[in-house]
């Protein structure tokens, strides 16, 4: 699979059943394959924070997850599709019912104390085969302290064939890049705050202002004081990127 050059990161062109058969591939062969993605905000993240870019490197695979990077993309005539835009608000449950059809087990690490389960509760109603265990993300991840290893303790016991990752950018990928020796699943996935969209902790944006790209104006307005600087300030460095791209192709 050819990667894309965008924004001086790469991403791949992904499909939502690309990734399911990607996941069904390493369960097979008994991979141990990191899938990433990639927004505007994990691109500006990879250009600051040396972390970041240790993760991408080791990540096998990386989707895009935002509709500006594939209306950056096109701009630059790159062969990215609306169906290759895969975010979690929109995956969450077509995964975990993959996931049940397979029989694949998962494990979800993240969101506050109790979220994580409620949320697990209601995709076991909804997918009664489902299996499922979670681990609140509110925990030490220094690699020598108590907490993070028993978490890692509760991983390996588990023995997921998915294991999903969500506590946020970088948090979640700074601690997958650490403990990437450590970690027992076959498809590592980096998944945010879906979780919580799942348990209602958070609202769910319209999903026609993702179709769109206009989901980071409901979340700035959502949470403006956390989020005013991701897509205020943020934005401001992705446009010399993207004009370095433009003035790249016309050299």
Same mark, same amino acid.
């Given at each position: 699979?050819?990667?894309?050059?965008?924004?001086?990161?790469?991403?791949?062109?992904?499909?939502?059943?690309?990734?399911?058969?990607?996941?069904?591939?390493?369960?097979?062969?008994?991979?141990?394959?990191?899938?990433?993605?990639?927004?505007?905000?994990?691109?500006?993240?990879?250009?600051?924070?040396?972390?970041?870019?240790?993760?991408?490197?080791?990540?096998? /695979?990386?989707?895009?997850?935002?509709? &500006? +990077?594939?209306?950056?993309?096109? !701009?630059?005539?790159?062969?990215?599709? *609306?169906? =290759?835009?895969?975010?979690?608000?929109?995956?969450?449950?077509?995964?975990?019912?993959?996931?049940?059809?397979?029989?694949?087990?998962?494990?979800?690490?993240?969101?506050?104390?109790?979220?994580?389960?409620?949320?697990?509760?209601?995709?076991?109603?909804?997918?009664?085969?489902?299996?499922?265990?979670?681990?609140?993300? /509110?925990?030490?991840?220094?690699?020598? &302290? +108590?907490?993070?290893?028993?978490? !890692?303790?509760?991983?390996?016991?588990? *023995?997921? =064939?998915?294991?999903?990752?969500?506590?946020?950018?970088?948090?979640?990928?700074?601690?997958?890049?650490?403990?990437?020796?450590?970690?027992?699943?076959?498809?590592?996935?980096?998944?945010?705050?879906?979780?919580?969209?799942?348990?209602?902790?958070?609202?769910?944006?319209?999903?026609?202002?993702?179709?769109?790209?206009?989901?980071?104006?409901?979340?700035?307005? &959502?949470?403006?004081?956390?989020?005013?600087?991701?897509?205020?300030?943020?934005?401001?460095?992705?446009?010399?990127?993207?004009?370095?791209?433009?003035?790249?192709?016309?050299?």
């Amino acid at each position: 699979m050819k990667r894309i050059a965008l924004l001086g990161a790469q991403v791949d062109a992904l499909t939502m059943e690309d990734l399911h058969a990607l996941i069904a591939h390493a369960v097979a062969e008994g991979k141990r394959w990191i899938i990433a993605n990639h927004n505007l905000h994990s691109i500006y993240l990879y250009h600051h924070d040396p972390k970041m870019g240790a993760f991408y490197a080791r990540a096998h /695979h990386v989707h895009v997850d935002g509709m &500006s +990077l594939v209306f950056l993309g096109k !701009l630059l005539h790159l062969p990215l599709r *609306r169906e =290759h835009r895969v975010t979690y608000v929109d995956w969450v449950r077509p995964l975990v019912a993959e996931a049940a059809h397979q029989g694949f087990r998962v494990f979800y690490l993240g969101s506050r104390p109790g979220v994580a389960e409620e949320g697990a509760k209601i995709l076991r109603t909804e997918h009664p085969c489902l299996q499922m265990a979670t681990h609140h993300g /509110h925990f030490n991840t220094a690699p020598d &302290s +108590l907490e993070n290893q028993h978490v !890692l303790a509760a991983i390996r016991d588990y *023995r997921p =064939h998915i294991l999903m990752v969500g506590m946020g950018m970088p948090r979640q990928e700074h601690w997958i890049v650490d403990h990437f020796e450590q970690i027992e699943a076959n498809a590592i996935l980096t998944a945010g705050a879906c979780m919580d969209y799942v348990a209602g902790a958070v609202p769910v944006p319209p999903r026609w202002m993702g179709r769109l790209g206009l989901e980071w104006l409901y979340r700035l307005a &959502s949470e403006p004081r956390r989020l005013w600087r991701r897509y205020l300030i943020e934005p401001w460095f992705i446009l010399r990127l993207f004009l370095r791209d433009v003035w790249g192709r016309k050299g």
